[in-house]
């Protein structure tokens, strides 16, 4: 059980959501960035996710944005335009309070309801076992294993490649 409230980010919450990605970026593997990334970064992913009509979630707890979740296209070329890959940060001193469990009901329930999710993608480094253990009890299927296809923290990265499917119904080619 969580106290958070969740609901969807404005762009008066990028400057958090920019804390916590920064946070990522400096200290987990969660995130293959090694630069620390300015506003423009988080405005840029806001304005293109929006018209996209994909959603970014924000849990807030006291008024404070503890964490956030999101999907995107998987891949940019058409063909893949049912598939999306998701995300979810929540700020180290919020862990274990349930806040990724509440993001990513909502973003799931938000993914089915769309009719436009066929498969969700999480992508996860592969020693992250409490990621893999919060998708595994949202229905995620581990599908694939990739050695090796990072380098952060003078180590190599392996990813770990799971998936959720929904029904949709397909009307046009
Ligand atoms: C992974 C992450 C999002 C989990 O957020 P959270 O709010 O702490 O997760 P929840 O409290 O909802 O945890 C739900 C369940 O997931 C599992 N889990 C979460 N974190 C875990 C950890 N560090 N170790 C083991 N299991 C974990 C547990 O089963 C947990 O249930 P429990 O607390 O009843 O045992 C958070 O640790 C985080 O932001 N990490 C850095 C970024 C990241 O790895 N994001 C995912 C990228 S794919």
Not at 121 to 138: D, P
Request: proline residues 3%; glycine residues 6%.
């Amino acid at each position: 059980m969580t106290d958070a409230v969740v609901r969807d980010a404005d762009p008066d919450d990028l400057p958090a959501i920019l804390a916590i990605h920064n946070a990522n970026i400096a200290t987990s593997t969660a995130i293959w960035d090694i630069e620390q990334v300015g506003i423009d970064n988080r405005v840029d992913w806001f304005r293109d996710r929006t018209a996209a009509a994909m959603p970014i979630l924000v849990a807030e707890v006291d008024g404070e944005v503890a964490g956030y979740a999101s999907y995107g296209q998987w891949r940019p070329k058409v063909g893949y335009r049912f598939c999306v890959e998701n995300s979810v940060y929540v700020a180290e001193r919020f862990h274990r309070r349930g806040l990724a469990t509440a993001l990513l009901t909502e973003l799931i329930d938000r993914a089915a309801r769309s009719g436009r999710v066929h498969t969700m993608i999480a992508a996860i480094e592969s020693g992250n076992t409490g990621s893999i253990t919060l998708h595994e009890r949202f229905g995620f299927a581990i599908v694939g294993q990739l050695p090796e296809v990072g380098h952060k923290f003078d180590r190599w990265m392996d990813l770990t490649l799971m998936q959720r499917t929904f029904p949709v119904e397909v009307t046009s080619a």
